[in-house]
């Protein structure tokens, strides 16, 4: 158990829809990492919060945001849903913001688009 | 861009070999490398390398960084069934942590 939490496990909707992920990190972590996991993609980094702050924007489409609370817990946010975004979703920690660390990833969020 | 390549993409062996990966990379303001392995759920973080030459060990598994050549190699000794898994290997890039995978070899370790 890496200490970083995810829910929903499973999510099920259909093309058009709206979800949201939400992710809390370790413990006295203030970095958040998303990443999309598909088959033909491999893991792709999408963005980074660093204690409520945007820091690093990967390859995230426009229908997807995301934002970190004050408790550090934070949400993605997937719009307008396409077939193509079904995936697993990840959500990782780290202590800081950059520099060598390590990054815990949680269980991930299936997302299955009908 | 950043780019790390793994090989080899997929590995089959038999209880007790050892296998090593490999893990080569190209990163602007290269600061660490990392292995993760990934089961069917979420990637498990195995090691951090940041400097050349220092070899990290945890029980049967042992990693190396190669700075100057740009690789870096995942040891396993005495395999088991149980290290059957995708081995990543990681490296974060140009831009804060974002970390840039490569596409992870497939280890199969059959009875």
């Known amino acids: 158990d890496s200490g970083v939490t995810q829910t929903p496990k499973h999510l099920i909707t259909a093309t058009g829809q709206r979800v949201t992920l939400r992710c809390s990190p370790r413990?006295?972590?203030?970095?958040v990492y998303w990443y999309q996991q598909s088959l033909d993609q491999g893991l792709q980094f999408l963005i980074q919060?660093?204690?409520?702050?945007?820091?690093a924007k990967g390859n995230i489409l426009e229908r997807f945001s995301a934002q970190q609370f004050p408790d550090l817990h934070s949400e993605l946010n997937l719009s307008s849903l396409e077939l193509g975004d079904s995936a697993l979703y990840f959500c990782?920690?780290?202590?800081?913001?950059?520099?060598?660390?390590?990054?815990?990833f949680g269980p991930g969020t299936r997302l299955t688009v009908l | 861009e950043d780019k790390v390549v793994q090989s080899p993409l997929s590995l089959v062996v038999h209880e007790g070999d050892t296998v090593t990966l490999n893990c080569s990379y190209e990163?602007?303001?290269?600061?660490?490398l990392l292995w993760y392995k990934q089961e069917k759920k979420a990637p498990t973080f195995l090691f951090m390398l940041?400097?050349?030459?220092i070899e990290k060990k945890s029980g049967r598994l042992s990693s190396i960084l190669d700075k100057k050549e740009l690789f870096s190699i995942l040891n396993i000794t005495a395999t088991q069934t149980g290290d059957s898994a995708v081995y990543l290997c990681?490296?974060?890039?140009?831009?804060?942590?974002?970390?840039?995978f490569g596409e992870g070899t497939q280890l199969t370790v059959n009875p």
């Open positions: 413990s006295g972590d203030l970095s």
């Open positions: 990163v602007t303001n290269f600061r660490s």
């Open positions: 940041t400097s050349s030459g």
């Open positions: 990681a490296a974060p890039g140009t831009s804060g942590s974002r970390l840039t």
């Open positions: 919060y660093y204690n409520g702050e945007e820091r």
């Open positions: 990782a920690s780290s202590a800081q913001a950059g520099g060598p660390n390590e990054q815990f």
